[in-house]
């Protein structure tokens, strides 16, 4: 079976993963609406869903809103906290 919808904790993981991915951390900042689109493919609801755990992940200090919100990137002060994460849901870290 297969699963259709993706829990808030899936989709903040895959948020962290894709700028994990694309090294984005601290001054090196990915553009939101590339992100966006990326993450979107595997998490659906037209983008809302992204942008509720990205603020989540934003309030928890995880990740870090630059530019007046249009790019984003990891908070390198939490790198272990996050590689932990990914380890932990099995992302290839």
Do not use: C
Not at 8 to 14: A, N
Not at 21 to 46: C, F, H, I, L, P
Request: hydrophobic letters at 35%; a positive charge.
């Amino acid at each position: 079976m297969v699963k259709s919808t993706m829990t808030d904790t899936e989709i903040q993981d895959t948020i962290l993963f894709y700028l994990w991915q694309e090294s984005a951390w601290g001054e090196d900042y990915t553009n939101y609406e590339k992100m966006k689109r990326r993450v979107g493919m595997v998490v659906k609801n037209n983008g809302k869903n992204t942008d509720k755990q990205l603020k989540k992940l934003v309030n928890e200090r995880l990740v870090l809103k630059l530019k007046q919100g249009r790019t984003y990137s990891l908070n390198h002060l939490y790198m272990q906290t996050i590689e932990q994460r990914l380890i932990t849901v099995e992302f290839p870290v």
